[in-house]
């Protein structure tokens, strides 16, 4: 092992991965300046695999795209890695899962170890594995992760962690027992995992656009997948098929999806927004009863705004993005800072491709880094956990989905304090007693 690697493995870091773990190549929090002797944040110095160690199995509960993507994640992290459990409602989802597996990875998973139902996660939880990935619709997972903590095991879980106020408050708790266990605990906002975002965020850190003024964000992209209803299904098979367009499975995109964007701002201003006041429609969207698209102006305990924009529509522009201004210059927050005349002042210094050209990519996938992270951390004593995080992002796209859905402004404390729970208290293949229109501003309550 390097000296880098050594100084890596005696970090600690908890919560926000990028900036607690500063020390990065040093091994310390920070590097006095000899000038102004202000301390200077370090980005990490994330390795491009994980070191090797004892077996860690690991399980799966959610095996549709995501989930199997996940699995291969976890399984190109590193050396003596095992997927031994899957989990999932229906069967067609876990053989194709099962086969890519097999097909990718030459990993079989035996009969037995291979679980069907609503308590699908629990027997997948305990079936001997040490790494838990969760990656079911949303609706599930702050069961599922509570499930977890309490059984003593890692994690990986997908974004968002819950679609309501009641299961975000839920992870929260659960994660500060993780905590206290020494459970590790990574998730799906990948973009703390990727080497550009965590360099622009030392730039950022260290002053190099100034004092943070204000925020926008955008997921403006076409229309998703979606599942027509299918003669012979009953009311939770579709729904649970069609689940990204139903928010009380989803959480609506703006949750499901913007969580990623309004995370990097929290991230960057290092603070949560405190009040949100939204719109947002449906017009074209052919299943579900969730919006096609959110506006939400948020806003910060210091008197900051943040600009949102999320929508899922075809034949319109597209925008995927961040954009951070200072007082000095402004920045896309992963590979660029312009000043105020429009000049470059950095750029983020991508790898040489094997064409011998500066890629545009990172030199490992964030989606691998993810799990990277999370498996050094297990096998290094380098403990991680992302949830508070999660929570905080996932907990201001709930508020604002809220305001869109309500037409009113709704407020942090008024998310905290809040009894919504979405969806049915019991799961059960039949009909579904939930709200299936979609939400009018000025008389929803939702």
């Known amino acids: ?8 493995s005696r970090r600690k870091f908890i919560g926000d991965t990028a900036a607690i773990s500063a020390m990065g190549a040093l091994g310390i929090g920070a590097v006095v300046s000899s000038c102004s002797r202000k301390p200077k944040y370090v980005a990490p110095v994330f390795q491009d695999k994980a070191p090797d160690g004892p077996v860690l199995k690991a399980g799966l509960v959610g095996c549709g795209g995501r989930g199997t993507g996940a699995a291969n994640n976890f399984l190109n992290a590193g050396p003596s890695l095992e997927i031994i459990a899957l989990g999932d409602i229906f069967q067609d989802k876990l053989d194709s899962c099962r086969k890519e597996l097999r097909e990718r990875h030459n990993v079989d998973i035996p009969d037995e170890n291979c679980f069907l139902g609503f308590d699908a996660y629990q027997k997948v939880i305990d079936s001997g594995i040490d790494v838990v990935l969760l990656c079911e619709p949303p609706h599930f997972r702050s069961r599922s992760f509570d499930y977890a903590v309490q059984a003593r095991k890692h994690i990986f879980a ?24 020494g459970l590790n605990v990574a998730v799906g906002t990948q973009r703390r ?16 656009i100034g004092e943070i003024i204000s925020a926008n964000c955008y997921w403006n992209q076409s229309t998703l997948w979606f599942t027509r209803w299918q003669d012979g299904w009953c009311d939770m098979e579709a729904m649970l098929r069609d689940w990204y367009n139903w928010h009380w499975l989803s959480g609506d995109h703006i949750v499901e999806q913007h969580i990623h964007n309004l995370d990097i701002i929290n991230w960057f201003l290092e603070k949560h927004p405190v009040k949100a006041v939204g719109f947002g429609g449906r017009h074209s969207r052919p299943t579900g009863n969730q919006y096609d698209f959110f ?13 949102s924009m999320c929508r899922q529509m075809d034949n319109c522009t597209n925008n995927v993005s961040e954009l951070i201004f200072g007082t000095k210059g402004y920045t896309n927050a992963r590979n660029t800072i312009w000043d105020y005349k429009g000049n470059i002042i950095w750029e983020y210094d991508y790898p040489v491709g094997e064409d011998g050209q500066p890629g545009r ?71 579904v007693d939930v709200h299936r229109v979609h939400p009018v501003p000025g008389t929803s309550n939702v």
């Open 1 to 8: 092992m390097n000296q880098k690697s050594k100084n890596f």
């Open 193 to 208: 995992h990727q080497r550009d975002y965590v360099k622009a965020f030392e730039m950022v850190k260290n002053g190099a």
């Open 295 to 307: 506006s939400v102006d948020f806003s910060y305990d210091d008197g900051r705004h943040m600009h």
């Open 158 to 181: 997908e974004k968002p962690i819950a679609v309501d106020p009641v299961g975000v408050r839920s992870v929260m708790a659960s994660g500060k027992m993780a905590e206290s266990a």
């Open 361 to 431: 990519n990172v030199s490992v996938s964030p989606y691998d880094q993810t799990h990277i992270n999370l498996v050094m951390a297990i096998r290094t004593n380098n403990y991680i956990n992302e949830t508070q995080n999660i929570c905080k992002a996932n907990m201001a796209a709930i508020m604002g989905r809220v305001s869109a859905y309500t037409g009113r402004e709704v407020t942090w404390e008024e998310m905290m304090n809040s009894g919504m729970r979405l969806g049915p208290t019991t799961y059960e293949m039949g009909p």
